[in-house]
């Protein structure tokens, strides 16, 4: 592999030293740049040609066999540490071995949400980054056109999140909105906004999910927001037959979604 590679080993050196602190979470939250952490995400995020503009990898164990036919046209710095520095940087014990540093991207236009027969997932107020994080990889899996995080959601750069999302957050646009401008927004554009809630009449096998819509899933404890209910044109509800008062958000969203794209595709 011809690409040049820096070699961090030591925390003394100067350069070594602004290198580190450019891994530093707190230096990347100010540069707008996010960490990415094994094999995977640092291949998704090369092959969907996200801006990733540092590789790290272990020194003791080398590139990664995956990665290295890809590198060789990536434009960016690539760096060998010992492990001693992978895991500094990391914040664990046991550090993958590879991470990278990749540049926040934000989606200025909107034109995603907008298309014609589009489905889109409304995050309103969801908290725990395991759950955001599986339900982009759900909308990335049934082919949804965008997620939109709706203030108070957990932010799309908390590690978790990203790990989560097992590199669908590069497959699709993730849209940071409040939900107050936008929502309007979809209803004067003829787009359905279908809610959820336990007190639904409506089930989600009953409704049609071929028009423009976007699915509403609401906050872990309280749900959708009073506004978010207000704007809706329905709830649905995924029946529940046992004792379970609710499901997992990420559960009742990948649930929801399977059931458009049934619709859509497979009816
Ligand atoms: C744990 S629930 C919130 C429970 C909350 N106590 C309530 O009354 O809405 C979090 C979110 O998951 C989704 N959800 C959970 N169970 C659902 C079901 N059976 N049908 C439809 N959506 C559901 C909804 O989006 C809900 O806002």
């Known amino acids: 592999m011809s690409k040049s590679i820096l070699s961090l080993t030591s925390l003394q050196n100067d350069t070594v030293k602004a290198m580190a602190a450019l891994l530093e979470k707190k230096h990347r939250d100010r540069t707008g740049q996010f960490l990415i952490e094994g094999v995977h995400l640092v291949q998704e995020a090369l092959l969907a040609g996200a801006d990733v503009q540092t590789i790290v990898f272990d020194a003791e164990r ?143 096998y009953g409704y049609d999910w071929s028009g423009p819509t976007w699915l509403l899933l609401g906050n872990e404890s309280n749900g959708l927001s009073s506004y978010s209910l207000e704007m809706v044109d329905e709830n649905v509800i995924i029946p529940m037959h046992g004792q379970s008062e609710s499901l997992n958000v990420a559960m009742a969203g990948t649930v929801l979604l399977y059931e458009a794209l049934r619709q859509r595709k497979y009816a």
């Open 62 to 204: 080398g590139i990664p066999a995956e990665l290295k036919k890809l590198l060789q046209n990536a434009d960016c710095t690539l760096i060998e540490a010992t492990t001693g520095i992978m895991a500094k940087c990391t914040g664990t014990d046991s550090p993958p071995p590879v991470f990278g540093v990749v540049a926040k991207s934000r989606y200025e236009e909107a034109a995603a949400l907008f298309k014609a027969q589009s489905l889109v997932v409304v995050l309103d107020g969801v908290r725990d980054p395991g759950n955001v994080g599986t339900i982009i990889r759900s909308a990335d899996a049934v082919g949804a056109d965008a997620v939109v995080l709706g203030r108070g959601s957990v932010d799309l750069y908390n590690p978790k999140t990203v790990r989560s999302t097992m590199g669908s957050l590069f497959h699709l646009p993730i849209i940071e909105a409040d939900l107050a401008e936008l929502l309007p927004e979809a209803k004067k554009q003829g787009i359905r906004l279908v809610g959820t809630s336990l007190q639904a009449s409506a089930t989600c």
